[in-house]
């Protein structure tokens, strides 16, 4: 079985977020278990979220819930490896932002993965959708294309 080519460089992304892998990380297999890709993605966003569009996870009235998720594996990645999750935004709605996303090995140009993910920002206590807060949907508007 021929395996899928990496079709997404670095340089397509506009903003890299350093992640470092973690010795529980690791499956049997000896790299990196398929599902912990998620969490290096929700991570990379949220880091960014947090710094750089003011999002407060704690005591916010606004939050952001994933809705959908996905990813393709291109090459396996192992603790204690270091990467940088690359990100950018593919649509940005009303209430909701389409995140596209890639897993690079620290210096290495072709992304190991590529993943998408998209948030539907709530209201904290009613969980309706709303408008993208000003200060997040400016963060999420340096991610466009």
Not at 46 to 71: F, K, M, P, R, W
């Amino acid at each position: 079985m021929s395996q899928p080519q990496p079709q997404h460089l670095r340089s397509d992304y506009r903003h890299c977020q350093p992640i470092s892998t973690r010795w529980h990380d690791n499956d049997l297999y000896g790299h990196v278990n398929n599902v912990v890709y998620y969490s290096y993605f929700d991570s990379a966003v949220n880091t960014y979220l947090i710094e750089v569009g003011e999002l407060d996870i704690h005591a916010g009235q606004v939050i952001g819930l994933v809705v959908s998720s996905s990813c393709d594996y291109f090459a396996s990645i192992a603790f204690p490896e270091r990467i940088e999750v690359g990100l950018r935004v593919g649509k940005l709605g009303n209430s909701s932002v389409h995140y596209e996303l890639a897993i690079f090995k620290l210096g290495e140009t072709e992304a190991s993965a590529a993943g998408r993910f998209v948030h539907v920002f709530v209201d904290r206590l009613s969980n309706l959708p709303v408008s993208i807060p000003a200060s997040l949907r400016c963060a999420l508007t340096r991610l466009l294309p």
